[in-house]
Structure formats: structure tokens, C-alpha cells
């Protein structure tokens, strides 16, 4: 099953178009992405169950983030160890995790205000939270997913890596720095939910690319990790890392630039593109003389 955000209005993707979900339902669903997310299990039995429903043509222009409103955004870095080479780490034992803050979510086809020049790409897996989760075993970490997206953990790499001490949320939270979509792809109608192939284009050219089944700590181990510190939420989302490839770690360094698109691809879900333009918003003063 797909389900998207369509002009604020959660639809099921069908081949020909898109379904409304609370009008062919005859309200016994909403009209809300994040009440749908909540009642996703409900929702696939009935659309197994129902009579075939007329579809609507698809904007591709009006799609929003199929989880518009998370409580909790998750992050996993070093998660490849082909970046974790490029970024001259060791490989973890323990999946690094940060946070993004949630007001940076958006869906695709967005346009991002750059903020400095140092803003860089990181395509990721993004796992949508449909249940809540606490303590949960690796055995059940996939019944607590609703579905998986694409999704980029854009990153300004001077604020990142900023003062004594890495500003990593701050850094990856700017307005629109957390693009996910085109829309959620329940794990049952993934091929291979465990094997995706991944990757991102800009302005046509190969950036990343790469299969999930390479990520150090799969998904399971990740919501075992996650769940045993606080409950995970419907809605919330988790960033489950980037392979190599990334602008900062080329040589010479590559980073977004006004004018740029980047295409986000994921396997079984899709595709979208992000264009980026200058910003008007004034940066940070850097404090002088001392420590920044």
C-alpha cells in the first residue's frame, strides 16, 4: 500500500491516480496524513476488502511530507562504512544517533533557501514509526513500521562542525533541510524490504549510490536501539543513514549551490527532486576572539 499527502489530504497512490481516503471510505477514515499513519493496519485491511474505487489524477506539485508532523525526527550517522572511510572514522559499534529537529521537515519538490556555502547532500532510507514502539525486540521492530520513504538529511557543514563540540542538530535543522516523498510504501509491498537500492543525482550527475542491505545496523537493530531509550511514536521518523558520496568529502569539495536540483531516488518508493536558492535569512554572528 501507498499513502500520501496530497494537497493535505491523505490519499492511497493507485496505478491510474490517487484514491481520497476519507471520501471513498465514506469518513470512516480522515482526511489527516498523521491520523492515517496511526491507522495504517486499519487502513490496508479495508482497501484489500473494498470494491475497486475510481482514482483522481495525481499533482505531482502538490505533495507533501508523508509524515508532515513527527514528534521525534532520529538520525543515524556513519551507517556505510564506505562514508564512514571517506569521513575517516572507525567503523561504530554503536550507531551514532542525533536528532533533526522536526520543523525542517518537508515533502518533495521543495525549494530550500541555502543558508551559507557550505550545504551539503545526504540521501537516506526513512522509516515512518506506525505504532508505538518501547523496549521493542528485533524480532518485531518491522510491525511497528507504517512504511518507508526517501528522504535527504541536508546538511550546513560549517554550522555542523562548529565550536569545540559538533552542532550536528542545529547544523541539519535549517527550514527544509529534512525533504522526505514522494510517499510511504507500506514494507509489505516492498520487494526486499531489507535490500534497497538508493542514490542521488545532482543536476543529473551521480552522487550516491548504494543498497540499504549494506547499513552496519539494519532497521531492526535500530528500533531495538532507539525504542530502549524512549518510546518511538506514530509519525516519527528515522534518517537511517547515508552511503558515501557526500559534497565535503570530495576532492575538490562539492556543496549545493542556488540554481542546483538534486533527485532523491529509493527503491520501490520513488523518486523527487529538490531545487535550492540563495537565502535571504541573515547567518549567526560568529563570536570573536575565542572559541566559536
Known amino acids: 500500500m501507498r499513502l500520501a499527502n496530497h494537497a493535505g489530504r491523505a490519499v492511497l497512490v493507485a496505478q491510474d491516480g490517487i484514491i481520497d481516503l476519507e471520501r471513498a471510505s465514506g469518513g470512516r477514515f480522515g482526511s489527516d496524513m498523521s491520523d492515517a499513519i496511526a491507522e495504517w493496519r486499519q487502513i490496508q485491511e479495508w ?25 521525534q525526527v532520529f538520525a543515524i550517522g556513519l551507517n556505510y562504512a564506505d562514508h564512514a572511510d571517506e569521513a575517516g572514522y572507525e567503523l561504530p559499534q554503536t550507531p551514532p544517533t542525533f536528532t533533526k529537529f522536526p520543523t525542517c521537515i518537508t515533502g518533495p519538490g521543495t525549494e530550500v533557501r541555502l543558508v ?49 563540540s559538533p552542532q550536528f542538530s542545529l547544523g541539519k535543522s535549517f527550514p527544509g533541510f529534512g525533504p522526505t516523498g514522494p510517499w510511504l510504501v507500506t514494507p509489505d509491498d516492498l520487494e526486499d524490504r531489507e535490500d534497497l537500492e538508493l ?53 575538490p569539495q562539492r556543496f ?22 540563495a537565502s535571504t535569512i541573515p547567518q549567526a554572528p560568529t563570536k570573536k576572539g575565542g572559541q566559536q
Do not use: Y
Open 199 to 251: 542514490g542521488c543525482l545532482l543536476n543529473g550527475e551521480p552522487m550516491q549510490q548504494a543498497r540499504t542491505s549494506q547499513m552496519l545496523f539494519a532497521v531492526p537493530e535500530l528500533i531495538a536501539r532507539l525504542s530502549t531509550v524512549c518510546p518511538l511514536l506514530p509519525g516519527d521518523l528515522i534518517f537511517t543513514g547515508t552511503p558515501s558520496g557526500v559534497g565535503n568529502r570530495r576532492s
Open 47 to 71: 482497501e484489500q476488502k473494498a470494491n475497486p474505487l475510481p482514482a483522481q489524477p495525481l499533482d505531482p506539485e502538490l505533495l507533501q511530507a508523508p509524515s508532515p508532523r513527527p514528534r
Open 116 to 164: 551559507g556555502d557550505r550545504v551539503d547532500w545526504e540521501i537516506e532510507m526513512v522509516l515512518v514509526i506506525g505504532c508505538r514502539a518501547f523496549a521493542a525486540s528485533e524480532h518485531d521492530a518491522w510491525s511497528h513500521v507504517a512504511g518507508v520513504t526517501a528522504g535527504q538529511d541536508l546538511s550546513a557543514r560549517d554550522v555542523q562542525l562548529e565550536g569545540p
Open 256 to 277: 549545493l549551490r542556488p540554481g542546483d536540483v538534486l533527485n532523491s531516488q529509493l527503491e520501490g518508493v520513488g523518486s523527487f527532486e529538490t531545487r535550492f536558492v
